[in-house]
């Protein structure tokens, strides 16, 4: 679902995908090839969200207040970004949070469940997990850095093959 808010509606380019059960709401922008799935939220009533090319946010995921996805990331079902940035080819696990002003670094890796704190610094190419998150080892051509080239292709088919039954 598509809402706008205070006037403001979502951008969504041509080619990205939205599921029908996911809610977009106000001051979003999801660029091409960009992918929302079933019941995630993303709610830009309090700053701007944007979904870089080929980035996508699994099932039950929660973005808000100035959340930034880079170029084929991925967010994780169940994780939340709030008003923070994940860099390209990034992954944020599964349950995972990531708060204000946080930066997950390019092709950097949030573990499962792990919460990444205010004004935290993922360094990229590095796995982070915990409660609070810390560096676990550097990660070189880990195979999630292609995630986001994954759903990009899974969008696709969705698009193409899935229908609403009543």
Do not use: C
């Amino acid at each position: 679902m598509l809402r706008s808010f205070d006037g403001v509606e979502p951008d969504v380019h041509d080619s990205a995908y939205v599921d029908p059960a996911a809610v977009v709401i106000g001051d979003v922008t999801l660029e091409a090839d960009a992918s929302v799935w079933p019941n995630t939220t993303l709610r830009g009533d309090h700053g701007p969200i944007v979904l870089r090319e080929g980035a996508n946010v699994q099932d039950n995921a929660v973005l808000h207040e100035g959340a930034e996805i880079g170029p084929y990331a991925t967010v994780g079902h169940t994780a939340i970004v709030h008003n923070a940035a994940v860099r390209e080819r990034s992954l944020v696990g599964m349950g995972a949070t990531v708060l204000d002003r946080s930066v997950v670094g390019e092709a950097a890796m949030v573990g499962a469940n792990s919460l990444v704190t205010e004004d935290k610094t993922i360094e990229p190419s590095t796995l982070y997990a915990g409660v609070p998150a810390e560096k676990v080892k550097s990660v070189d051509e880990s195979p999630w850095a292609y995630a986001g080239d994954r759903y990009v292709q899974l969008a696709r088919e969705h698009a193409e093959r899935s229908e609403r039954i009543e």
